[in-house]
């Protein structure tokens, strides 16, 4: 997911007014699964759509690419940006609405063929932003005002958070990911639009039952991991990079740093150089210092977490999205490439944490930055 719109407007704000900003009374932490679960994973991995995936010849260039990098994941689509479901499943709300879309013929056989090269196999579910299930069950999607429903900037319709059925789906979808043998479900998207517009979106009362985003949102991560974990899946999040520092960003999406660090086993913030306004951290072009764009975030990661880590509560593994393209759309920008990326990595354990992912929309990574390198400390 990008979110460089959001990102922009407000990755000044202080960790201290952006707790100040959070008023609202949060639900409390979930308590983490003692269900058997296979050892945890050390994670260094990227990105990997599912046309790509499904490529039979692509996907045997890139498990080759990955060999002597340190490479050891691969987050795989299995619910996608539009809705779909990219392999075969056989699922209730799936077969009712025809969600499957198969662009992965045998994602077990996949899977099996990613844990025999041991490497570690992700789940991406795309949650709340689902154009699919929107135009199929409308009366789960958001909806203006005048009663029509609410698109973002790119079109696409959004689902409602609030809603139990949504939920519901999303966890049948996670549980089959668990079926299928991926060991980890990554929910992207499990927040609230924030495109132009949104704020013409009539909430019905009784969706949000006096719930706030903040609420809503923790509450479906509650839901999410306490029936996933006992199938023996982890459970991961994407999360905007500027929910770190901005209060105002963390309620508009409905995504708390802090809450849903309580929540998941894994926290993966965006924090892309490029999605960081001119003058952020005081980096004059964000984009133009991955290295101290990456360790400033991931800083203000530590200082938003220290208060709970303090009290005692769980708090997941913080997994850092990194960038590997160019965001030559901007002003002010760099080519990406080994150096690049290798200076974020560089940063995540500098910063004293030990897990990254890497992304690419396009899938075409740069793998001499992964690898490591004579001098690069974990």
Known sequence: ETSAGLERNAAEESTEEGAAALTEKEPEPIAISTISRPEPVKVRGIYVSAYVAGTGNRMDEILNQMEGTGLNAVVIDLKDDEGRITCEMDSPLVNEIGA???LIQDMPGLIESLKERGIYPIARVVAFRDPYLAEQKPEWSLHMTDGSIYRDGNGLAWVNPYRQEVWDYLVEVGKKAGELGFAEVQF????FSVDSGVEGVAFDPQDTGGRSKTEAISQFMDYAYGQLSQEGLYVSADVFGTIIRSGQDAQAVGQDYGEMAGRVDYLCPMIYPSHYGDGSFGIEHP??????TVYQALLGSKEALAGEREDGRHQA???PWLQDFTASYLDHYIEYGDEEVRAQIQAVYDAG???WLLWDA???YHYGGAAKQEGMEE
Not at 188 to 191: A, F, H
Request: charge should be negative.
């Open 362 to 364: 396009g899938v075409s």
């Open 353 to 355: 944490y030990e897990e």
């Open 100 to 102: 499957s879309r198969v």
């Open 317 to 319: 593994v913080v997994r």
């Open 188 to 191: 992207d998207y499990v927040r």
């Open 287 to 292: 984009d133009t210092q991955p290295y101290d």
